[in-house]
């Protein structure tokens, strides 16, 4: 479902798929082959959202901004079930782990939030960093098929766009 709050009205591409039980509310714009899945939520009412083409929105996730703190979804990025992203920017080739919640926090490009981790507002994590805990902490770099991994998982999402699109149909 999208919805205009005033004036804003998310911005979607003909090549994205959002189930019709996923939210975007005001200032969102997906990138080309974006997925948003069941019961996902993108409300950019107080600042804008964006996320990068072949990133995936997965069920029961949350994105949203505060005042002054716009949420900046990368490239290639998988926001796993559950998990909450507020007001932070997500760099390129990122996996946010299930459950997971990043507040008003910088993600450098080919990371991963661990499932059920926790990062505080103000953390600047470096790329390549495998981050975990509550709260969260940087416990190593990651390694090369850690990051082929990431950007596999993307690449399966954004590749199952036409089949749900084309295939899937309510009872």
């Not at 990068?52 to 900046?72: K, R």
């Not at 796993?80 to 990122?94: F, L, P, Q, R, T």
């Not at 507002?121 to 495998?130: E, F, M, N, T």
């Not at 954004?158 to 749900?164: D, M, S, V």
């Amino acid at each position: 479902m999208k919805e205009r709050i005033n004036e804003l009205v998310p911005n979607v591409r003909p090549s994205c798929y959002v189930h019709k039980s996923a939210v975007l509310i005001g200032d969102v714009t997906l990138g080309e082959n974006v997925s948003v899945w069941p019961c996902a939520v993108l409300r950019g009412d107080i600042a804008a959202i964006s996320v990068g083409e072949n990133s995936n929105i997965q069920e029961n996730a949350c994105i949203h901004v505060n005042y002054g703190a716009p949420a900046q979804i990368g490239k290639g990025v998988s926001v796993g079930h559950g998990a909450v992203v507020h007001g932070s920017k997500i760099g390129d080739n990122c996996l946010i782990g299930m459950n997971a919640v990043v507040m008003e926090s910088e993600i450098g490009p080919n990371s991963i939030i661990g499932a059920g981790s926790v990062v505080p507002a103000g953390k600047k994590i470096p790329a390549g960093s495998l981050v975990m805990g509550v709260p969260a902490k940087v416990v190593r770099e990651l390694e090369e098929d850690e990051v082929n991994a990431i950007m596999k998982n993307a690449r399966e999402y954004a590749g199952a766009i036409g089949l749900y699109k084309d295939h899937c149909e309510e009872m």
